[in-house]
């Protein structure tokens, strides 16, 4: 019994310890503002203007406040500021990476997806990356030209409502699938600036496929709930795509490439259904 109740009081000496800021860490902490990423070349200069201490003595505070949960090592020299509460796991991501928010995370950021997230996607322009820090993994999707239509969200720097939802029909897989784009769409009750906003990006920066896929599954959107596509949408992307297919000799494609080949096929959109309408 005896036994048990001093390991009881070793943890919790343990446990206390580990939450006690030196003088110097406290001292460094008061310089820093929570949910900001701060390099190791800051602090060094924050360091030697107010004279902390030792410069050799840094790293060593670098590490305790890390250990202790003050601050978070996002990458190699650079830190995000947690004063020891709970971190913004998807503000990392923009900082992580030079990038916007998007896709599922920026569906969820919107409240059109209903499930946490626990993939962080950043839109860059170049480049392709995968991290993972704490419960959260963090990828950066590249999109060259189209990396753009981004604004910021209160803290969050995050595509557009109807710049997220073209880039989730340009690259359905980091959405969640077609049928989390319908839920988006159906519940973010778009308005006529955000319809143009679609059709512009899609128009300008979609390829033929985008646009015959993205044309199908609005024609099937339209027939299951009437009052949540406009018809002059699709009109306008049943001109471009007519347009499109003037120019090139294969026309035809496949609703989703990742499913096997054949389906239903529909003349419109000159595309095959291997999916089904009951399934998107």
């Keep these: 019994m005896k036994e048990r109740e001093e390991e009881k009081m070793k943890q919790e000496k343990k446990e206390k310890e580990e939450v006690t800021l030196s003088a110097a860490e406290q001292k460094l902490l008061s310089f820093l503002k929570k949910d900001i990423v701060v390099m190791f070349e800051t602090l060094k200069e924050v360091w030697r203007i107010k004279k902390l201490g030792s410069m050799m003595y840094l790293p060593v505070v670098i590490h305790s406040l890390v250990k202790k949960g003050y601050l978070l090592a996002i990458k190699k020299g650079t830190y995000y500021v947690t004063i020891g509460e709970p971190y913004d796991s998807i503000l990392i991501g923009q900082f992580l990476y030079k990038g916007y928010i998007g896709f599922s995370t920026a569906l969820w950021l919107y409240g059109l997806k209903t499930e946490m997230p626990t993939v962080c996607y950043v839109v860059v322009k170049k480049g392709k990356k995968e991290k993972?820090?704490?419960?959260?993994?963090?990828?950066?999707?590249?999109?060259?030209?189209?990396?753009?239509?981004a604004h910021y969200l209160n803290r969050y720097y995050v595509s557009t409502r109807a710049k997220t939802i073209f880039d989730c029909l340009y690259?359905?897989?980091?959405?969640?699938?077609?049928?989390?784009?319908?839920?988006a769409i159906r519940t973010a009750s778009?308005?006529?600036?955000?319809?143009?906003?679609?059709?512009?990006?899609?128009?300008?920066?979609?390829?033929?496929?985008?646009?015959?896929?993205?044309?199908?599954?609005?024609?099937?959107?339209?027939?299951?709930?009437?009052?949540?596509?406009?018809e002059r949408v699709l009109q306008k992307l049943l001109k471009k795509i007519k347009e499109e297919l003037e120019k090139r000799k294969k026309t035809v494609v496949v609703m989703d490439p990742l499913f096997s080949k054949g389906g239903e096929f529909i003349k419109e959109w000159r595309i095959y259904d291997n999916v089904g309408k009951d399934k998107l």
């Design 190 to 230: 778009l308005t006529e600036q955000e319809w143009d906003e679609i059709l512009d990006y899609l128009i300008r920066l979609g390829t033929t496929s985008t646009l015959q896929r993205t044309g199908y599954l609005l024609s099937v959107m339209k027939e299951k709930y009437p009052d949540s596509i406009q």
């Design 171 to 183: 690259l359905p897989k980091y959405a969640g699938g077609y049928s989390q784009i319908i839920y």
């Design 132 to 149: 993972k820090i704490g419960q959260m993994r963090y990828k950066s999707i590249s999109l060259g030209e189209r990396a753009v239509g």
